[in-house]
């Protein structure tokens, strides 16, 4: 499996203030993704990074709030923009292993917004 | 829209017992279907991943069956050790969403007692 990396693993922040989640995988793989995990939820995909273009977003989430990156095909990084209390959660990226769409998780980012 | 269920939210058992935990899930068509393991404040760790074409899987002391027809997965834990205790998420990978986009249950959350 691979080996994926999240910094920070978790920050207090102010509301109004922006944050940036960086996730490190130790190999190329073609599909990354970031999730959500509300308190006492499951976890909800947020959108899939696309290396070389635009993310896909799913419905509920928004460019704007949620801008992501993906700058080569072993790094990617997730903006929480103008946050409020509600984005207190954790967020995970994830990859998938391209022959049995096995996928694999990083240890996350615990976000509390004061 | 596929929605996952998994029962109980919680179980304690003492060391030693099988126990087997349930999943089901509203739309059988799917390309998988995934157990996690997630430790308090940690990521998720992949237990095991089913094809759709596939009836089980097995690595260690975790067998994981899948009964797509009636839209039901059990993942089944022998010999039950303290170190088992974790929160378990089951997930589909359906036809229905993007690629990638898995879809969790809330998890069952499990504390084995020495």
């Known amino acids: 499996s691979a080996v994926i990396s999240q910094k920070p693993s978790r920050d207090i922040c102010q509301r109004g203030t922006s944050l940036t989640i960086q996730c490190q995988v130790d190999?190329?793989?073609?599909?990354m993704f970031w999730y959500r995990q509300q308190p006492g939820q499951s976890l909800t995909l947020i959108a899939t990074?696309?290396?070389?273009?635009?993310?896909?977003?799913e419905s509920g989430f928004v460019i704007d709030k949620f801008p992501i990156s993906r700058p080569n095909l072993t790094f990617s990084t997730l903006t929480v923009s103008n946050m409020s209390p509600e984005d207190s959660s954790i967020y995970l990226c994830s990859v998938e292993r391209e022959y049995n769409n096995e996928q694999f998780f990083g240890p996350g980012t615990r976000l509390t917004v004061l | 829209k596929q929605e996952v269920t998994q029962i109980p939210a919680a179980l304690s058992v003492p060391e030693g017992e099988n126990l087997v935990l349930n999943c089901s899930f509203t739309?059988?068509?799917?390309?998988?279907l995934q157990w996690f393991r997630q430790d308090p404040g940690k990521g998720l760790t992949s237990l095991l991943l089913?094809?759709?074409?596939?009836r089980e899987q097995t690595s260690g002391r975790l067998n994981a069956s899948l009964d797509k027809s009636s839209g039901r997965s059990t993942l089944y834990i022998a010999a039950s050790q303290p170190g088992d205790s974790a929160t378990y998420l089951c997930?589909?990978?359906?036809?229905?969403?993007?690629?990638?986009?898995?879809?969790f249950g809330k998890g069952t959350k499990l504390s084995v007692k020495p």
């Open positions: 990074a696309n290396q070389g273009s635009e993310a896909t977003y």
């Open positions: 997930a589909v990978n359906d036809y229905g969403g993007s690629q990638g986009n898995l879809i």
């Open positions: 190999s190329q793989v073609t599909m």
């Open positions: 089913i094809q759709s074409s596939q």
């Open positions: 739309d059988s068509a799917i390309y998988n």
